[in-house]
């Protein structure tokens, strides 16, 4: 009926109009018969192509790994639940999000939806779930720029969303502690955007570094892509920056750290969320991105398995490699983890055909998955949970150009310390 | 120092800007048509100097001969293949057959590339800087672009005026229709136009490799600075569209001063109140 094979494929208007109406037949008319042996419909939406779609890198991978664990076939209470995953693209943009979400829903009627990278992808995708009802599983995005960019109030939260990545507060508070490492002036440079990261950076973290006795040097929220930093380089000199703690992808980072060169601008140390965390976007900087610090949110050394495949996490890093040929990186886990969330939601689910049943299944969630342990309860806002973040720095490798080790497990300490961070070197 | 330093750092950026635009605005000046896959054909060249460079094993200054060659070779075929076939006396079509081809390389990028950032190498040199005045440190590389885009545009000039297809050139793009009756032949001159074009277009897409990544969705974004350079300048005048993009990357590195959140407002800013001012441009082409 609607077992239509359809993983990353695109719906031409006569298709969904089939399985619109066999889905229709099959949640109304046939619901106390065929209720339970349908297939359960689980829409996801990446960012495949444009500005993000690295963040994409892993998904074939691990669609590949599910695929092969559980053969599209969900065992709950005894019974044979078929499944099926239904991949869109967000095209890195924000309102494309929205739309093939609301796709999804209304057109695919499927039963739950999972996204994931950065607030452009993930709160888009929340939003038009908590509208229409659909339970949504989200990660890979900082929680606070996810809760408030949605407008979340921390007293009541939202009814059918569920989220889980590091806080903002112990990103810095790990990062804050990796500069406290390094001798240095204490003086922090901003660079944070005009995007859903930087305003929420920018909003949060001043009282925080004023409270850690970090100065700040912030030039203001700027539209991307910007064609040179200038500005902000000569303004950091003009303050004697010592520390930058950034939050830019790939391309803008280039142009700034190239700038800074050029205006011998030589920070002591260096973060800049969303190009830090990926051994390809540093790989063009060469010996450049040696030293650069990161949080981490996910690495082979961390102390978890998956409750899908069993493989730890160095065994999951490991399969990646051999199988991608690429060199392991943090989404990894969380791509893998969000599957190991929904699969064990749905077997705890009373009724398969209620929203509100899934939804309450995954609201009690209480799973360690490989990127540690996964509690919807435990907040910091409602529906929210904070996974064990870690703090690293890239290093010369010896398979690949780079490698990470880690100096900070402040808000993770079951990880283990390799060593201490080192300042740059120029 | 302060001023001096913002200043010229704006008018470097404005060099890139202006090499940016020189290949849209030949095409618009001699055949016009407004290529709308003017940024995505940098980008095309950005990947084949990569291609090139990852393959031979060789720096990018060795390899720029034959990126050029293969840049040129792919102007021709692009006019011979595409755009000679496309009616030019509504400007719309060729329009939306740039915005097609624009769609289509991009999506042939993704394809062949993925969308992981690239980035061409020149080793120290794209840090190296120059300490003109004392704390007024310039950038090496950017002066080369500057330097680059400067040779360019004269070179340009001097064969659009002094030279016999200079004079071809111009015939056929003030009046096509009287150009082929005086006896040109003007398909040969799009090609061989479309041709420099490229020339044009690998060299800005060399310096854009290695001034920042690039990945197939860069280019639009070159595009917008691009027209704006040339409208600033007036169409169809080179040493004005040097201006406008020097215009525009000051205008974005004093607004950058105030506040970060100005920077690219600004450009865009003055822009508009040039375009308010002098609708044909600061340079526009003689009606005469």
């Not at chain 2, 044009?200 to 917008?224: Q, Y």
Request: charge should be negative.
């Amino acid at each position: 009926m609607t077992n239509t094979p359809l993983t990353g494929g695109r719906f031409d208007r006569r298709g969904f109009l089939k399985t619109g109406a066999a889905a229709l037949a099959a949640t109304g008319l046939a619901r106390p018969a065929l209720a339970q042996s349908r297939t359960i419909k689980i829409g996801m939406v990446m960012p495949q192509t444009g500005p993000l779609a690295f963040f994409s890198e892993h998904v074939e991978f691990v669609l590949n790994q599910m695929q092969k664990a559980t053969g599209g076939v969900l065992n709950i209470d005894g019974r044979q639940i078929a499944y099926e995953i239904l991949l869109r693209d967000s095209q890195s943009n924000p309102n494309r999000a929205s739309e093939v979400a609301s796709e999804l829903i209304l057109d695919q009627e499927v039963d739950l939806i999972i996204a994931a990278a950065t607030p452009e992808t993930t709160v888009p995708v929340s939003d038009m779930c908590e509208l229409n009802g659909i339970p949504c599983v989200t990660n890979d995005t900082p929680i606070e720029p996810y809760f408030f960019a949605r407008g979340g109030d921390p007293d009541v939260g939202f009814e059918w969303t569920n989220h889980y990545f590091f806080s903002g507060q112990q990103s810095a508070g790990t990062l804050l502690k990796m500069f406290g490492q390094i001798e240095s002036n204490k003086m922090v440079g901003a660079l944070w955007p005009n995007d859903g990261d930087g305003n929420a950076f920018a909003e949060a973290y001043p009282p925080l570094f004023d409270s850690l006795g970090y100065g700040l040097s912030d030039p203001g929220r700027f539209d991307m892509p910007l064609s040179s930093y200038a500005a902000a380089v000569s303004q950091f000199k003009a303050d004697e920056v010592e520390l930058i703690y950034g939050v830019i992808p790939p391309p803008e980072f280039t142009t700034f750290w190239n700038e800074a060169a050029q205006q011998k601008f030589q920070p002591k140390a260096v973060y800049a969320g969303k190009t830090v965390q990926f051994p390809a976007a540093l790989e063009p900087f060469g010996a450049r991105a040696e030293g650069l610090v990161t949080e981490v949110w996910w690495a082979p050394v961390y102390p978890y398995a998956s409750t899908i495949t069993g493989q730890t996490a160095k065994e999951l890093a490991d399969e990646y490699e051999a199988v991608s040929g690429r060199q392991w990186s943090m989404p990894l886990g969380f791509r893998h983890s969000i599957f190991e969330v929904i699969f064990d939601g749905l077997k705890r689910a009373q009724d398969l055909d209620d929203p509100a049943s899934i939804q309450e299944a995954f609201n009690t969630t209480d799973l360690t998955t490989v990127c540690g342990p996964i509690d919807f309860r435990t907040g910091p806002f409602p529906n929210t949970c904070t996974t064990p973040t870690a703090g690293g720095q890239w290093v010369k490798g010896e398979k690949y150009p780079l490698d990470l080790v880690i100096c900070d497990n402040l808000t993770a300490p079951e990880v283990e310390i390799e060593r201490q961070v080192q300042p740059l070197t120029y | 120092m302060e001023l001096v330093n913002t200043i010229s750092q704006g008018v470097l950026l404005g060099g890139l800007f202006a090499l940016y635009a020189l290949g849209l605005s030949l095409v618009f000046g001699v055949m016009r048509i407004v290529n709308i896959a003017h940024g995505d054909l940098i980008v095309v060249l950005a990947y084949i100097g990569l291609t090139v460079t990852e393959f031979l094993g060789v720096s990018v200054i060795v390899a720029a001969p034959l990126i050029l060659v293969v840049a040129g070779g792919l102007g021709w075929v692009l006019q011979r293949g595409l755009f000679e076939f496309v009616p030019r006396h509504d400007p719309l079509i060729p329009l939306l057959v740039a915005f097609g081809l624009s769609i289509i390389l991009q999506n042939l990028l993704l394809m062949g590339y993925g969308a992981d950032p690239q980035k061409l190498s020149l080793g120290r040199l794209e840090q190296a800087s120059v300490e003109i005045l004392p704390n007024l440190h310039i950038g090496v590389f950017s002066l080369i672009i500057f330097g680059l885009a400067v040779a360019m545009i004269g070179g340009l000039q001097l064969m659009i005026y002094r030279t016999g297809f200079g004079r071809a050139l111009r015939a056929v793009s003030d009046n096509e229709a009287n150009a082929a009756m005086l006896g040109l032949d003007t398909r040969a001159i799009f090609r061989k136009a479309f041709v420099i074009v490229m020339l044009t277009v690998a060299v800005a897409a060399l310096l854009m490799a290695i001034r920042g990544n690039f990945d197939p969705a860069s280019g639009s974004t070159r595009l917008l600075t691009a027209f704006e350079a040339i409208v600033i300048g007036g169409l169809g005048s080179m040493w004005g569209t040097l201006a406008g993009g020097v215009i525009i990357g000051i205008a974005q590195m004093v607004g950058a001063q105030i506040d970060a959140s100005w920077q690219v407002l600004a450009g865009h800013l003055v822009f508009l109140v040039l375009l308010f001012l002098r609708p044909s441009g600061l340079f526009p082409k003689n009606d005469g």
